[in-house]
T-cell receptor, first 113, second 114 residues
Framework: QKEVEQDPGPLSVPEGAIVSLNCTYS??????FMWYRQYSRKGPELLMY????GNKEDGRFTAQVDKSSKYISLFIRDSQPSDSATYLC?????????????FGKGTLLTVNP | KAGVTQTPRYLIKTRGQQVTLSCSPI?????VSWYQQTPGQGLQFLFE???????NKGNFPGRFSGRQFSNSRSEMNVSTLELGDSALYLC?????????????FGSGTRLTVV
């Protein structure tokens, strides 16, 4: 079993839809949870990060972490064609001693005008 | 400020050859990490360097190696290339490596092994 599992998609939605992206993980030592967005032929760019459990909101994006269920989500409201990209969840055991991110495989999202 | 620069952007090599990829981090960033991205496995951690020292290594064969120079620039080398090494190789830099939310990725080097 991989440490991080991500719904593979692909996901195709109409403009304006609410998008839900999810990951589950098996390692309870993960403390930092991140969502990256990767456009075609580009490297991943950090969208949001959270520490431990809870919600975090930034504009149209909301990240949720449920450590009891080992489940994280990213919600995109009022989705735009410019949101079309691959979304990757990433996790890390701690901030100071591990120096590595463990990624899900990514979900390809297409937002249709 | 300039981002993370990876060179070359694209590379085609033959099985059995070796290849060296280069990564120049953001100015002031002393930690450089390398990741391999493939459709089947996603992004997988290769190794991380800080102040010319490898601090962590992923589960890859010894054919994959890296190094970091005193100016924080890093190179990774793959010897005896196999078809399965075809991938996008990404490097990421951060100030110390400990701030896991502060990694900035380059655009990658697309390696094709034929």
């Amino acid at each position: 079993q991989k440490e991080v599992e991500q719904d593979p998609g692909p996901l195709s939605v109409p403009e304006g839809a609410i998008v839900s992206l999810n990951c589950t993980y098996s390692n309870s030592a993960f403390q930092y949870f991140m969502w990256y967005r990767q456009y075609s032929r580009k490297g991943p760019e950090l969208l949001m990060y959270t520490y431990s459990s809870g919600n975090k909101e930034d504009g149209r994006f909301t990240a949720q972490v449920d450590k009891s269920s080992k489940y994280i989500s990213l919600f995109i409201r009022d989705s735009q064609p410019s949101d079309s990209a691959t979304y990757l969840c990433a996790m890390s055991r701690s901030g100071g001693s591990n120096y590595k991110l463990t990624f899900g495989k990514g979900t390809l999202l297409t937002v249709n005008p | 400020k300039a981002g993370v620069t990876q060179t070359p952007r694209y590379l085609i090599k033959t099985r059995g050859q070796q290849v060296t990829l280069s990564c120049s981090p953001i100015s002031g960033h002393r930690s450089v990490s390398w990741y391999q991205q493939t459709p089947g496995q996603g992004l997988q951690f290769l190794f991380e360097y800080f102040s010319e020292t490898q601090r962590n290594k992923g589960n890859f064969p010894g054919r994959f190696s890296g190094r970091q120079f005193s100016n924080s620039r890093s190179e990774m080398n793959v010897s005896t290339l196999e078809l399965g090494d075809s991938a996008l190789y990404l490097c990421a830099s951060s100030e110390t490596g400990g701030e896991v939310y502060g990694y900035t990725f380059g655009s990658g080097t697309r390696l094709t092994v034929v």
